[in-house]
């Protein structure tokens, strides 16, 4: 059954340290999703994306976040600078149609020191 | 706006119980979309029911049951005869079908169940 999945599964950096969060979505979904959980808290909304541009964006999406897909399969989440806030699991979604339910990869664990 | 209260923070049982997990919503859209999800102590998300505003209709698959009421904004999850493997945290979330494309997932904030042998 395909799945979503998602590269590296822990990663330590240090604060002001660039991080890539690699995932690649299910082969024939068109529509990709970034969420992040801080440790014990609940699943939040980051970014949506379809057709090469960001369709929807939340407050915690701010300059020091970009994504991108840069080849046909991949689709990759970048923090700039990060923060020791930005600790937190990320997890990567896609769907296949509008409506379509969103399937998420197993996380990337992220601690920023 | 969106929004999905889970009430329930921690629930313990011992194994065979049945358990109810809550779930209210708001939304002012007329049609969207529920789903539960089950997230295992090994951290990743997994997609347990969707059901669409239109469809009133309790879902069952096996030992799991879902009652969705329209007039309560509730959608409600029992699992029959826990099991220890049903430990985890069970997320509720909504989807307004109105956003289109964008179609964000809103997240209660998880209801940590223990099953206990």
């Known amino acids: 059954e395909p799945e979503v999945t998602q590269t590296p599964s822990h990663q330590v950096t240090q604060m002001g340290q660039e991080v890539i969060l690699r995932c690649v979505p299910i082969?024939?979904?068109?529509?990709f999703y970034w969420y992040r959980q801080i440790l014990g808290q609940k699943v939040e909304f980051l970014v949506s994306?379809?057709?090469?541009?960001?369709?929807?964006k939340s407050e915690i999406f701010d300059d020091q976040f970009s994504v991108e897909r840069p080849d046909g399969s991949n689709f990759t989440l970048k923090i700039r600078s990060t923060k020791l806030e930005d600790s937190a699991m990320y997890f990567c979604?896609?769907?296949?149609?509008?409506?379509?339910?969103?399937?998420f990869g197993p996380g990337t664990r992220l601690l920023v020191l | 706006a969106q929004k999905v209260t889970q009430v329930q923070t921690e629930i313990s049982v011992v194994e065979k119980e049945d358990v109810t997990l809550d779930c209210v919503y708001e939304?002012?859209?007329?049609?969207?979309?529920l789903f539960w999800y089950k997230q295992p102590p090994s951290g990743e998300l997994v997609f347990l029911i969707r059901?669409?505003?239109?469809?009133?209709q309790n879902e069952i698959s096996g030992r799991y049951s879902w009652n969705f009421q329209k007039s309560t904004s509730s959608f409600n999850f029992t699992i029959t005869a826990s099991q220890v493997v049903d430990s985890a945290v069970y997320f509720c979330?909504?989807?307004?079908?109105?956003?289109?494309?964008?179609?964000?997932?809103?997240f209660g904030k998880g209801i940590t169940l223990s099953v206990r042998p």
């Open positions: 979604a896609s769907r296949v149609g509008q409506l379509g339910t969103q399937y």
């Open positions: 082969s024939n979904h068109l529509y």
């Open positions: 994306f379809y057709n090469n541009e960001i369709s929807e």
């Open positions: 939304t002012r859209d007329t049609t969207y979309y």
């Open positions: 059901r669409n505003s239109f469809d009133e």
């Open positions: 979330a909504l989807s307004e079908a109105g956003t289109g494309a964008n179609s964000k997932l809103t």
